[in-house]
């Protein structure tokens, strides 16, 4: 089968690419760079065949729809499509060619969780435009399945991350290595109100592995949504215990109204924990399981000692 793979050099065309190519795919990759961002180029990606291209800018200036008629394939993963426009043009390009069109959503298409583990069936409710945005091409590529048989796959991915990507870290933002380095060394670290909203990490690969196990398996995966996350969330607490635990020590930590902790972790980092809580996702596996066969690789333990190793064996973290 021939897989065309577009945004295949990021944090999950990074794993998922390898994985197509093993299983003896044909791989065509659409980046804006012909080499993987997270992943080491010499195993295997001397196989793909690429094509350079700038999806935003031939969006912009029109380009775009022409050169995906140009292109042939059994099969569609398209990673970086974020607006309902960008899918439709993709499913006019693609329509009756392809026996298969995968697209990467986010669990925030979800909104927040009001039952927890959240069910793939369970009512879309999403707070942010970027999860607004994704549940509405969700329903668009669904409800072309039920209507016209277009042979419509979603995957909707937790918080992704991967040797090379950091994770969101243990207090919910994106803060760099700063709050690693502070549980590191037995330094304070503020949690929102009681530390106990959750994270649900998911490592790129197990997200491949979704899109994968999709592809082969259609009867299964055709018309339906799967979400890919770790096995289980973890509290911001339990991720804070995590990381210190790596380093031999108990999390030194204090707690704040989340309305205070702006004040302590500026702006910038408030507005990504203050998501994060209000969303407290936990998603379930089951259905990936059941119609799959999809088993998570990683917990989110096992991401964050991951990442910390690489991060300690290549300096980034200097304690």
């Excluded at 669904?142 to 991915?157: I, K, N, S």
């Excluded at 243990?170 to 530390?195: I, M, N």
């Excluded at 991720?239 to 707690?255: H, N, S, T």
Aim: aromatic residues 8%; glycine residues 10%.
């Amino acid at each position: 089968m021939k897989v065309l793979v577009i945004g295949g050099t990021g944090h999950i065309g990074s794993y998922l690419v390898p994985r197509l190519l093993g299983d003896g795919h044909e791989v065509c990759v659409v980046a804006r760079n012909p080499h993987p961002q997270y992943a080491e180029a010499r195993l295997g990606w001397e196989a793909v065949e690429w094509v350079k291209a700038d999806r935003r800018q031939e969006e912009a200036d029109g380009s775009w729809p022409g050169r995906m008629a140009q292109l042939e394939a059994d099969a569609v993963i398209d990673l970086i499509a974020f607006t309902p426009e960008q899918n439709r043009a993709m499913m006019e390009a693609f329509q009756g060619r392809i026996s298969h069109f995968l697209h990467c959503g986010t669990i925030w298409a979800y909104g927040p969780t009001e039952r927890a583990p959240y069910e793939e069936h369970f009512p879309r409710r999403p707070t942010t435009q970027y999860g607004i945005d994704k549940a509405e091409i969700e329903a668009d590529l669904l409800a072309a399945w039920r209507h016209e048989g277009f042979p419509a796959t979603v995957v909707h991915p937790g918080h992704i991350s991967g040797r090379r990507w950091l994770p969101i870290d243990p207090q919910g933002s994106r803060h760099g290595t700063e709050v690693y380095g502070k549980l590191a060394t037995g330094q304070v670290v503020h949690l929102p109100d009681t530390g106990l909203a959750t994270l649900h990490h998911v490592h790129g690969d197990d997200v491949a592995q979704v899109f994968h196990r999709a592809l082969q398996r259609p009867e299964r995966s055709l018309g339906e949504s799967f979400s890919a996350v770790a096995p289980y969330a973890l509290s911001l607490l339990g991720c804070c215990r995590c990381v210190a635990g790596l380093f031999g020590r108990e999390p030194e930590l204090a707690y704040l109204p989340l309305s205070e902790l702006r004040s302590v972790v500026g702006n910038e980092s408030f507005d990504v924990i203050e998501s994060h809580v209000v969303h407290s996702p936990c998603s379930s596996v089951v259905k990936g399981e059941h119609l799959l066969g999809y088993v998570p690789r990683y917990t989110t333990e096992q991401i964050y000692a991951e990442c910390l190793e690489y991060l300690l064996e290549t300096g980034e973290l200097a304690l």
